[in-house]
T-cell receptor
Framework: DADVTQTPRNRITKTGKRIMLECSQT?????MYWYRQDPGLGLRLIYY???????NKGEISDGYSVSRQAQAKFSLSLESAIPNQTALYFC?????????FGPGTRLLVL | GENVEQHPSTLSVQEGDSAVIKCTYS??????FPWYKQELGKRPQLIID?????GEKKDQRIAVTLNKTAKHFSLHITETQPEDSAVYFC??????????FGQGTELSVKP
């Protein structure tokens, strides 16, 4: 689904570095989400936003921050990366209840 | 707290057999239950969903059933094919419009 894009697709970084993952969508959806996926744990919600002025914490927001720069853009930042933030990160968008996922960013923190 | 439990974590079937994946949820106010399929290295994709005003929904070889009283819902895949091999996630919508996902089921269909 090319309507939801994530950059970068893969990233290797070192402990303590600040990194930003970006998500863009052309679907015109108001709602955007960030999840992380770890083996055996499913998809866990980090942050979500229902419009540009709205930011909400999810289940596992500690160590992360987000910015909703525009309706189409939602960025996830790791202020000081640590190894247990190594995971697959997905952005998703929704207009109603149905969520559409981006292709994912694979992050490795050394 | 809000929780979705999914079982089994792995499931292996022979091609042509049926597969059933079960989920239970904790928030009695949940009224929307999607199922996603994630192929290896790909993003999760919605395959079917059900709302609380119906008990069953079918789409070709896939069906989902919902028991609101018991707070559980299930995915049924009939006449399985090797291309059905993937990880399947159930989810339930909770207060605030968030989706809570189950832990996933890795389905393997052996030819």
């Amino acid at each position: 689904d090319a309507d939801v894009t994530q950059t970068p697709r893969n990233r290797i970084t070192k402990t303590g570095k600040r990194i930003m993952l970006e998500c863009s969508q052309t679907k015109g959806h108001d709602r955007m989400y960030w999840y992380r996926q770890d083996p055996g744990l499913g998809l866990r919600l980090i942050y979500y936003s229902f419009d540009v002025k709205d930011i909400n914490k999810g289940e596992i927001s500690d160590g992360y921050s987000v910015s909703r720069q525009a309706q189409a853009k939602f960025s996830l930042s790791l202020e000081s990366a640590i190894p247990n933030q190594t995971a697959l990160y997905f952005c998703a968008t929704a207009q109603g209840e149905t969520q559409y996922f981006g292709p994912g960013t694979r992050l490795l923190v050394l | 707290g809000e929780n979705v439990e999914q079982h089994p974590s792995t499931l292996s079937v022979q091609e042509g057999d049926s597969a059933v994946i079960k989920c239970t949820y904790s928030d009695s106010a949940s009224n929307y239950f999607p199922w996603y399929k994630q192929e290896l290295g790909k993003r999760p994709q919605l395959i079917i969903d059900i709302r609380s005003n119906v008990g069953e929904k079918k789409d070709q070889r896939i069906a989902v059933t919902l028991n609101k009283t018991a707070k559980h819902f299930s995915l049924h895949i009939t006449e399985t094919q090797p291309e059905d091999s993937a990880v399947y996630f159930c989810a339930a919508i909770v207060q605030g419009g968030k989706l809570i996902f189950g832990q996933g089921t890795e389905l393997s269909v052996k030819p």
